[in-house]
């Protein structure tokens, strides 16, 4: 099973410093470059990657709803 890391979308990074307490609108700072997103920011980062990574693995078989 492959393992999904949210990355930075600036560098690439895969550390971040957040609040204890996340939402969506909280700030996250990746630790390599200091970028700053919000959570959902990244998780939609995250999520397009996941798909990419479906797509590139299942091809047509692969339909995002």
Same mark, same amino acid.
Not at 20 to 37: A, F, H, I, Y
């Given at each position: 099973?492959?393992?999904?890391?949210?990355? @930075?979308? #600036? /560098? !690439?990074?895969?550390?971040?410093?957040?609040?204890?307490?996340?939402?969506?609108?909280?700030?996250?700072? @990746?630790? #390599? /470059? !200091?970028?700053?997103?919000?959570?959902?920011?990244?998780?939609?980062?995250?999520?397009?990657?996941?798909?990419?990574?479906?797509?590139?693995?299942?091809?047509?078989?692969?339909?995002?709803?």
């Amino acid at each position: 099973m492959a393992q999904i890391q949210i990355k @930075c979308p #600036n /560098c !690439g990074g895969e550390q971040f410093k957040h609040p204890s307490e996340l939402k969506n609108d909280s700030p996250v700072t @990746c630790v #390599n /470059c !200091g970028e700053v997103r919000t959570r959902a920011q990244l998780v939609d980062h995250a999520t397009k990657q996941t798909q990419e990574l479906l797509k590139r693995k299942f091809g047509d078989r692969f339909k995002p709803k």
